[in-house]
């Protein structure tokens, strides 16, 4: 990486970057890793986690150049942070902990380093670049610690019901901003539902995704196979989709 960022020697491109324009990259390395782990594609996941590291390298470097950090200190300060989260296992003996009481000292820790970086907040650290549905489910999550949420699932459903009346009112209005506005809510309900049920929302999307993807080739290999090209009646699609949904049960 030093040989790369070589103002003299290495790559024009890798020369010129920054925090903030490799970041993007960083992020979308850490999908591919999780689509390599979602088609169980182990190469795959050898091969992305090598490109994620190489990110880790990246911001590393750029650090060590304006003398702030280096790879070394970035290994070290997760080793560190890795013994102080883990006594339970690095100490000498053990305290004897189970994962719930683990889990209670964990979060009683990271409520003293908030305090001590002057964010006493629950929600301070819930990074803002997260994508949105990911970040809501964080914030949901955190406000339960102290009891501000639903009961159960049937109670957010509830919710959902009453949010889907507001869109529908919103959108009786033609009011665009309105609608935006009750489509988050909904969304925002949505990510809460999914974190009552247990179920990872983005992971979730991705299937549902994938799922839609597999079933429309379907329909465009059908299509292509009659030789039919451009719009086509969406009752005849919509039956497709059916054979699609069918041929996967089977």
């Not at 050898?46 to 190489?54: H, I, P």
């Not at 003996?93 to 629950?122: C, F, H, I, M, N």
């Not at 406000?143 to 009346?165: C, G, M, Q, T, Y």
Request: overall charge negative; glycine content about 4%; hydrophobic content about 45%.
């Amino acid at each position: 990486m030093a040989r790369l960022r070589d103002r003299e020697h290495g790559c024009p491109w890798d020369v010129e970057q920054n925090f903030r324009t490799i970041a993007p990259y960083t992020i979308e390395e850490a999908y591919e890793v999780a689509d390599a782990i979602e088609r169980d594609d182990l190469p795959a996941l050898k091969e992305e986690l090598g490109d994620l590291l190489f990110q880790v390298a990246f911001h590393a470097r750029m650090a060590e150049e304006q003398g702030a950090f280096d790879f070394a200190d970035v290994a070290q300060a997760l080793a560190d942070k890795m013994i102080e989260r883990h006594p339970h296992v690095f100490a000498e003996a053990g305290d004897g902990r189970t994962a719930e009481q683990q889990t209670v000292a964990w979060e009683t820790l990271k409520a003293e380093k908030r305090a001590a970086k002057g964010a006493p907040s629950l929600l301070d650290d819930v990074a803002m670049a997260l994508p949105a549905l990911m970040r809501a489910e964080k914030l949901t999550k955190r406000a339960a610690r102290i009891n501000f949420d639903w009961p159960s699932s049937a109670e957010v459903l509830e919710k959902l019901d009453e949010e889907l009346a507001e869109l529908k009112a919103a959108e009786a209005s033609g009011d665009q901003e309105h609608i935006a506005e009750e489509m988050g809510d909904i969304l925002f309900v949505m990510a809460n539902l999914a974190r009552k049920l247990k179920v990872d929302p983005e992971e979730a999307l991705r299937r549902a995704n994938a799922k839609f993807t597999r079933r429309f080739q379907y329909i465009e290999r059908a299509l292509a196979e009659a030789v039919r090209t451009g719009p086509q009646p969406l009752d005849e699609m919509e039956a497709l989709w059916l054979d699609a949904k069918r041929a996967e049960k089977r």
